[in-house]
């Protein structure tokens, strides 16, 4: 016996709230999550439409009170059952329990009260309202007479200026309503946080050779019975964006949405007034940073088809579209599209699997793409597009690479070697632009004490405390903060001090050396505040500085004519990470901070700092050569077993109590190694996470590898039967990570 959990009601936000019902046999093969079924509910056995959510062969309650489905509504699939089938296929594949997955996809069900514009509209004729206003004169009712002599003129009034001019009350407007002489009305204002500022700058570029060459490919790739998705390989500056943009001119003429994936809020500004020039009011953005209300107004205009064109970050994949033809995923390779909470989704797969589902088509763009997705082009299951040459054969920049082990013998200890600081000279003398990158936020590194090396840690996380600007320090995981200590509390040694520059470091070294440069930074700290993106980037391309100083928020998707010097301080603070992916995410942030320089008509340059100079990513980077990283990375995740060569499936345990965390995940390998006997699974583990501790919550990780996804996936549902029906996981939390 199959029975279905069914949601009657999608609108409310108890999503939880789903009931059983049993499945005819006649139904059973067919049946599957997401379809609209008709089935008996309440006393009265009034028949509803529901969406099913779930399947299952285990009853909740008694199986003779569990009713059975009418029918499957087979012709009423929707836009909402096409997203639950999404969530559905993402429980099964990331792990994840079926709320989880559709309070991840359903965003626009979370409860927000409409913001709505009141009226006082004139309910009577017009020879009535004059009638009667020739009576109210002759009283002494003030307020009265004077509603009805403004609305008599206008015939409809904003309820705020009658209240603010006229000093009309409730008690007015309510004895009004009863004598029928007035009616409210209410019309619903959409919030939105769109400011593209003046768009008169953005001009509509031709597409050269290339760009039509690769729109035509893709083109030829969608008339196929079953298109691949279509991943696009171009340099830095070679104009991606203006072929999505002739991909969406298509798939809007085609009277269908599309949907564009950005990885950062602050790709948004510069992005959305690029779609915006193209397309106006058919565009429309969400972003973590908007209000709860503005994200569901978007999602509501995308619903009633006010929209066409939703740019956003990975949420905006679930934009709930009647009719979604395309789905592209710009700067493909950026880790934001993974998922951090449950279910810990790829934006990337996810994205093809609803494209499945709504019979659209996917294309995503990188200069430097992830080697999962390279290796798929590679072996067939993606189409691949390249872009070899800049807009307007606009040369890459030049890159020099500066040992810093050689400044340090030759007496140079500050943060900008003698090369970078005499180019950034010559540049401010031409009145040209420079970028300084550093992958780190803060006015320094980890504060430690150079006698006997201890190292100021959270008291509640296990990472070393950030020195900011005012003597504090902070714990950027949990938000401790306390004091700097003058002293070392192991050895009691004045010799305290901090390493490793940060933005705000450099930003003061900068004003040393050139005191009459304008500077801004952007990092954590500066970009706080909502719309705090928007005011540094159009600061720095209305030219108000002459060096913009930050994090791996200003090396992305940027487009500044004027910058023509681009300096990467730390090239290998990434290179240190414990993450099998260091070297990848290294040549990928270098690679897109050189190709921010030279992109208008001045060539460009870039300066890369570096303790690894020799180090295949860092060499590959400085001449933007893709294939020999991705070759030698390959070479190396080949040896280790690491994605793409295999699957791997991180199983996370978080919980208060660190023993009994230690003996649950010890539990989960031993049931592991016990369903799967094969010697072609890998198991690395239990050990503590590379943070082991967060905010008193102590987490430890087991590693699969294998071969098959599938086999993983297997297991996956195995651990989760197994962590189900035992009472010692009560208080340990369980994430599946697939990559």
């Known amino acids: 016996m199959i029975y ?29 999550a997401g379809m609209v079924a008709a089935i008996p509910f309440g ?53 994840s329990t079926m709320i989880q997955a559709l309070r991840t996809v359903l965003p626009i069900q979370e409860k927000i009260k409409a913001k709505e514009k009141k009226y006082i509209c004139l309910d009577i004729s017009e020879e009535a309202g004059t009638q009667l206003l020739k009576e109210l004169e002759q009283t002494r009712f003030k307020a009265r007479t004077r509603l009805l002599r403004e609305l008599l003129e206008k015939k409809r009034l904003d309820y705020t200026h009658a209240a603010k001019e006229l000093g009309t009350t409730s008690a007015v407007v309510k004895k009004f ?23 008169s700058g953005e001009r509509r570029m031709p597409l050269t050779d290339e760009q039509e060459a690769a729109v035509k490919q893709i083109q030829r790739e969608w008339k196929k019975p079953s298109p691949k998705p279509v991943l696009i390989e171009g340099v830095t500056g070679s104009g991606k964006t203006q072929v999505y943009i002739k991909l969406i001119e298509q798939t809007l003429s085609q009277g269908k949405e599309a949907i564009v994936l950005i990885p950062e809020i602050a790709l948004t500004y510069q992005t959305v007034r690029r779609f915006y020039a193209r397309f106006g009011d058919k565009v429309s953005v969400i972003n973590s940073r908007q209000s709860q209300g503005e994200r569901y107004d978007q999602f509501k205009r995308a619903k009633k088809g006010e929209v066409q064109v939703m740019i956003g970050p990975r949420s905006a994949l679930f934009t709930p579209f009647a009719s979604l033809g395309l789905i592209i995923i710009d700067e493909e390779h950026e880790p934001s599209y993974k998922s951090e909470s449950t279910p810990r989704y790829h934006a990337r797969e996810t994205a093809i699997r609803r494209a499945v589902l709504e019979h659209a088509n996917v294309v995503m763009g990188s200069a430097t793409p992830s080697v999962e997705a390279y290796s798929k082009a590679m072996n067939g299951e993606y189409s691949l597009v390249r872009l ?19 400044e340090l013998k030759a007496g140079n200890r500050s943060v900008l070697s003698r090369e970078l600081r005499q180019k950034m000279k010559g540049r401010f003398e031409k009145k040209e632009q420079v970028m300084l990158f550093l992958n780190r936020r803060g006015y320094a590194g980890f504060v430690s004490c150079r006698s006997c090396g201890h190292v100021m840690k959270c008291p509640h996380c296990d990472v070393s405390l950030s020195e900011h600007n005012n003597e504090r320090l902070l714990c950027h995981y949990c938000g401790y903060e306390t004091g700097k200590p003058r002293i070392c509390p192991v050895c009691g040694s004045p010799y305290i001090g901090g390493f490793k520059a940060g933005t705000q470091q450099i930003e003061k070294v900068v004003r040393e050396d050139f ?30 500085a002459d060096i913009l100083i930050g994090t791996q928020m200003i090396v992305k998707g940027h487009d500044f004519p004027d910058v ?28 897109q901070a050189v190709g921010r320089g030279g992109r208008g008509e001045k060539p460009g340059e870039a300066v890369i700092q570096t303790y690894h100079p020799d180090h295949y990513s860092i060499q590959a980077a400085a001449v933007q050569d893709y294939q020999a990283f991705y ?46 006997r094969e010697n072609d699974l890998h198991i690395i583990g239990p050990a503590y996470a590379s943070v082991g ?32 029906i035992n009472s010692g996981f009560r208080k340990i939390y369980i994430q599946f990570d697939f990559s």
């Open 693 to 724: 501790k967060v905010k008193d919550i102590y987490r430890q990780v087991i590693y699969l590898k294998h071969k098959d996804h599938k086999t993983l996936v297997h297991i996956k549902d195995q651990l989760e039967k197994y962590i189900e």
């Open 43 to 95: 006393n009265a056995g009034r028949v509803c439409k529901g969406y099913v959510i779930g399947l299952s062969d285990k009853p909740k309650i008694a199986p003779e009170k569990i009713k059975e489905i009418s029918e499957i509504c087979s012709g009423e699939e929707t836009t909402e059952s096409r997203l639950i089938a999404l969530a559905a296929w993402m429980r099964e594949n990331y792990g």
């Open 177 to 199: 309503q009863e004598q029928g002489i007035i009616r409210i009305e209410y019309d619903e204002i959409m919030r939105t946080s769109l400011n593209t500022g003046d768009i």
């Open 388 to 406: 070899t040459t800049r807009y307007g054969s606009r040369p890459l920049p030049r890159v020099s690479i500066v040992d810093l082990r050689e």
């Open 515 to 544: 005191p009459e440069v304008r500077t801004l930074r952007m990092d954590f700290d500066t970009t706080r505040t909502k719309g705090s993106y928007e005011k540094i980037l159009a600061a720095f391309a209305a030219h108000e």
């Open 564 to 591: 023509t010097l681009m300096g990467i301080v730390a090239a290998d603070l990434s290179l240190n990470a414990e993450d099998y992916r260091c070297a990848e995410r290294t040549f990928q942030l270098l690679c």
């Open 631 to 676: 070759e030698e990375e390959m070479s190396y995740r080949m040896l280790l077993d690491y994605p793409p060569a295999a699957h791997m499936l991180a199983v996370l345990g978080s919980g208060p109590e660190d023993e009994k965390l230690v003996q649950a995940m010890y539990y989960l390998k031993l049931y592991i190694e016990r369903i799967y």
């Open 4 to 32: 279905a959990d069914i949601i009657i009601d999608i609108s409310s936000d108890k999503l939880d709230r789903s009931f059983q019902y049993r499945v005819p046999e006649r139904l059973e093969k067919t049946i599957k």
